[in-house]
């Protein structure tokens, strides 16, 4: 089915931040339903097709790289999926912007010029990421000469630069296009919610920014949703918000009648692999958090029991910190605390409620051995879709690195989830940060 295909210009160098910028647009053109094209090799190239790749949409056959050689010495980058070797040299860039239905500049020197020029010449839409350095940024909102009444679009963000395509190829004019589902924003994160005189680990977890008042968070959804309704109506799109909810306490179904009001609102609840397996026991921290509400002693006080603080608690694999629990006469199991069992699993998902993995277990996953956390998380993948689950997944504390990126891509999860608060979260397009809401 055809697919709108947009023109990546930049340069064979790119800094930091302009890859990265690049590599976001790169996801997003693909998740939005468009193709790329571009020079096919390094930098800005490298950066958007590997982008691309990571979308949740890539199919294999969404990047396609015009090298200017034609011979073996001059490679395309290893996220390329369609490779075409010109033989035309720099007028490649001719051919660059011919092909494609639109055109995006980021950055670049001389070679990029030239190709915003041809694009220009061939009277393709074009916009340029103001904020990328390079001709991108001195062209943006500047006409070129006279042969075209409206300047280049100067585009502040990513973000505008999908909105911007989602004007000029609505979805449903050009059929290859899926309806944009998900509104390019960040990520809203809930832990627990709690009604006036919360008793318990939510105490706690009050205090701690964790756990908020029902009342608190339907006003927020109610104002999130209603911005994302008068955004739709102003384009006349259908898109959604992700909200997630974390760990599976059963106080999350407070929330269930509020999302089914607010079909702008998705919400997405990760388990552990734990819980999909019918173990309905707290958390570790939870039980902790409620022994000291029970008891009325502060988290420091507890540490001085347990011998470990709770920062150095998380670092622990989950048996171990139920083990610390158990030694120190904390109960496991604190009747305040309950988790959601399968049917209400089962009852959340058939309500429109996504279900995600939290991971095999609710520790810092960093500490296990790659060779164990692999066959770990591709068991969990299973015990999800078992359940009719999404296979998405959100790293517990927000805490991965590359190497457990790779991997719960090998094991078949098609988003995964950081937060943009956690230091020992990465940073990188196959990665939606989200934002704690306290």
Known sequence: MFKPLIAVFGGNRADPEVAATAELLGRGLVDAGFRIVCGGLSGVMAAVSCGARSSVAWTGAEVLGLLPGWTDDEQPNEWIDITLATGMGSQRNN??????DAAIAIGGGAGTLSEIALAWHEQRPLGCLAQTGGWAQRLAGERLDERRERPIVSLGSVDAALIWLDDLFPSGVWPGRGPTRWWPAQVPCLHRVHEPGVVGARRIQAEL?????????????????????TWNRAHEQHRQVLVTIDDGHADSTLLAPIFAALPELQPVLFVTAALLDGDRRPLPLTALYAWCATTGRTLAQAGEVLGIDRLGLKLLPEHEQRRRLDAAGIPLEPETEVMLDLQQLADLRDAGWLIGSHGPE????????????????????????ARGGTPWLAWPEGRNNRAMLELARVAGFAMQFGLDTEAGCERGPELILRSVWT
């Open 362 to 385: 609710h520790s810092d996953l960093r500490q296990l051995d790659p060779a164990e956390l692999g066959p770990r998380l591709l068991d969990g993948r299973r015990s999800l879709l």
């Open 209 to 229: 920014g964790m756990s908020l008042p029902l009342s608190a968070i339907e006003a927020r959804l109610r104002a999130l949703a209603e911005h994302v309704r």
């Open 95 to 100: 051919l660059v912007a011919r092909v494609a």
